[in-house]
């Protein structure tokens, strides 16, 4: 298992930029995929990115050219840049670790909120 924690959401006008920011301990980082999820009220949570112990990535249709994940593995931390920021990109944003199709852990959240 791995500790994950979020850090950096808050409120940001539409069509602005935000990054947030996951530090992991407990575990070795390097070898995880971490992805990032986002849950909206009253709906699922999905998947917003992902990038693996390799660096590939991939991102929901709904994000993609807007958003970047990036990891710095020396920092134990994945980033998540959001531009051109929609009010539906308003949610709760979370961190997740896998390995081999296991789940090593879950960030607690981070609220980001896109309005005027």
């Known amino acids: 298992q791995v500790q994950l924690v979020e850090s950096g959401g808050g409120l940001v006008q539409p069509g602005g930029s935000l990054r947030i920011s996951c530090a992991g301990s407990?575990?070795?980082?390097?070898?995880?995929?971490m992805g990032w999820y986002r849950q909206a009220p009253g709906k699922q949570r999905e998947l917003v990115a992902r990038i693996s112990s390799d660096g590939f990535t991939n991102y929901a249709d709904s994000v993609k050219g807007r958003f970047i994940i990036s990891r710095d593995n020396a920092k134990n931390t994945v980033y998540l840049q959001m531009n051109s920021l929609k009010p539906e990109d308003t949610a709760v944003y979370y961190c997740n670790a896998d390995f081999g199709g296991s789940v090593a852990g879950w960030g607690q959240g981070t609220q980001v909120t896109v309005s005027s």
């Open positions: 407990g575990g070795i980082f390097s070898v995880y995929t």
